[in-house]
């Protein structure tokens, strides 16, 4: 099977697989705390299936998201089976899972026995308090820094923090974070407010630009940028003293989607060329039909061939994304 490009060259390399849309926490980006899962889960089966034909076509890494991917019974063994898959050239895909980190202390050693490579923890404040009010979670915040130690412990590594930085909500938490990424030896990742929360709220005076990020955190510890790949969402810096390292995913004021190489599938089966999509490409209704896998791969190369040159947030003809971050997948 040819690899799979867009009809702007760029290679797809990243899958993204939503396992369901339950979440477990109501975080105040992301839920309006009154509507729980809408679209509902698919049998691991369907979701293995998937991942095969797009291994064949060349994805390299699969990440598991949700919602909260935890929540699924059954996804050490999804996992295992996953760490089978092989790209045409023979070689194993990447894994690694997205998570809140609530439920991940006692799954994090076994998910990496069943072949799980990394994991990433999104926490958006370091303060416990700070932490229940963004989640609307009591006494979460010590079970997330527990689930990071054990992630840390049992190789998944290197574990990464997502923080996602609203202002007016926990944007003095960015040198506390940093102090923690020195302290937990982790790698911290900033991400700036994006327009897809179930309110449809999102303003761009609420967004913490990556510029602002580092001025504040020069007034902790100089920063000093190193290279990343060019498909990597991130910029990365160091610490001038070398402990700890930092990411900033500036989707709104330095975008990357010229590198774009992800693909995403939601938890009810539709592909998504784009967070920002305002139409899915329904996989599974193939699946349910009896298309086979010759075909089913015919079909998603067409729907990349579809996959939008760039996001428009901010400009004046910008349409909201059709679902919101809980209901598409990390």
Known sequence: MAALTDKFGRPITDLRIAITDHCNYKCVYCRTGNDGAIYGDLPFSDYLRMARILAGLGIQKIRLTGGEPLLRKGIVDFVRDLSR???????????ALTTNGHLIADLAQPLKDAGLHRVTVSMDAVDPDRFARITRVPNGYESVLAGIRAAKRAGLEPVKVNCVLLRGFNEDQIIPFGMFAREEAVVLRFIEFMPLEED?????????????????MAEYRPLIEIPHARSETARRYRF?????EIGIIAPVSHPFCGHCSRLRITSDGKIRTCLFSVWDHDLHAQMRRGVGDT???????????????????GEPDFVPASRTMVHIGG
């Open 85 to 95: 898959l092989r790209t045409p050239d023979g070689a194993p895909l990447e894994l």
């Open 240 to 244: 001038d003293d070398g402990l700890g």
């Open 295 to 313: 075909d089913l791969a015919d079909f998603i190369r067409g729907v990349v061939l579809r996959k939008e040159e760039r996001h428009h947030i």
């Open 200 to 216: 449809r709220v999102w303003s761009p005076n609420v967004v913490v630009p990556l510029n602002e990020i580092l001025d504040r």
